[in-house]
Structures are given as C-alpha cells and as structure tokens.
C-alpha cells in the first residue's frame, strides 16, 4: 500500500503499488521494480532434458562416425518440420538428432545413431 501526500504542486508516494516501490531520500524520489524473487534452482525435469541435451550434443559431435553424420545431414535436407501454425521450415541434421534422441534418453531407450531411412 503507497501512502500518497498531495500538495498544490506535486504528489509523493512512498511504499508499494502495482509492482513498483515508491521511495524518497535526500534526493527527492525514486521508483524502483519491486525485486522478485527467482528460483535459479531447476525443477528435476528440465535437469533430465539438460542432462539429455548436453549428452547428446557431445555424443553427435565426437562419437558418432561421419557416415552418421552424412545421413543426418541428407534427413535434415528431405524432411521438413511443421509449425504450430502450418508453416513447413527446415532444420538441420543436428537437430533432427536431438529430436529424435532426447525423449529416448530420458526414458532409457536405445539411442538412434543412423538417421531413419
């Protein structure tokens, strides 16, 4: 709640109201965002996903041979994705590997290696 003091001339405010806090000092008066806080600690989801993603980033740039690679890059040029909204757009091989690799690593799968065919 802000506790407003009226004059001829001006108004001050001092306290909280939507969202911004009202202060004075030697200065005159400031109005600052009230400080949220943030939980910077991941749920246990998005630490799989990021577990996931980070695996799988490192296992298509070192571990896979580059005949893989060459079948994801041709998947990526003959298979186009489709948007919320219709739009078809293209994606690429890397891409197409997370895509099809993160939900088998979170449940335990086998992985895909070789694009599908």
Known sequence: MAMVVRSAKYVE???????????????????????RLINREPKPGQKKVREA???????????ITEDQHATWVNYAFT??????KGHYY??????WYLHFNIPKYIK??????SAPV
């Open 79 to 84: 298979h186009r994705m489709k948007s919320r």
């Open 13 to 35: 405010k001092e306290g909280k109201q939507g969202g911004n806090v009202y202060r004075m000092d030697q200065c005159r008066q400031h109005i600052q965002a009230y400080p």
């Open 90 to 95: 293209f994606i690429t091989g890397s891409q």
């Open 53 to 63: 993603f980070s695996y799988l980033i490192y296992r298509y740039e070192s571990i």
């Open 108 to 113: 335990g799968l086998p992985l895909i290696d």
